[in-house]
């Protein structure tokens, strides 16, 4: 059974900090790429940023330079380091993992809220 475990959500005013992080209970999380996702309200889920197993990473443009992800295979997480928050990033945000040969997992959502 495949869970990714999500934490670190909250409430943050503008130019804030917070940190997620996300356990994963897979096999072969070394090598499996794992990303963050966010959902805002009438809006699609969108990619904010992934990272391989060698930890090359990806980040979406509007978050380039404020958001880090990173992880640590010996405690199979990822986090999502994000600074100087604007409003605009409120959103609920989604672990995601893909498992070579297992599938697409997603965590539960964890919400983030920056107030103005």
């Known amino acids: 059974q495949v869970q990714l475990v999500e934490a670190g959500g909250g409430l943050v005013q503008a130019g804030g900090s917070l940190r997620l992080s996300c356990v994963a209970s897979v096999r072969f999380f070394s090598v499996s790429a794992m990303a963050w996702y966010r959902q805002a309200p009438g809006k699609q889920r969108e990619l904010v940023a992934d990272?391989?197993?060698?930890?090359?990473?990806r980040y979406t443009d509007s978050v380039k330079g404020r958001f880090t992800i990173s992880r640590d295979n010996a405690k199979n997480t990822v986090y999502l380091q994000m600074n100087s928050l604007k409003p605009e990033d409120t959103a609920v945000y989604y672990c995601?993992?893909?498992?070579?040969?297992?599938?697409?997992?997603w965590g539960q959502g964890t919400q983030v809220t920056v107030s103005s």
């Open positions: 995601n993992a893909k498992v070579p040969t297992f599938g697409n997992y």
């Open positions: 990272i391989t197993g060698d930890g090359f990473t």
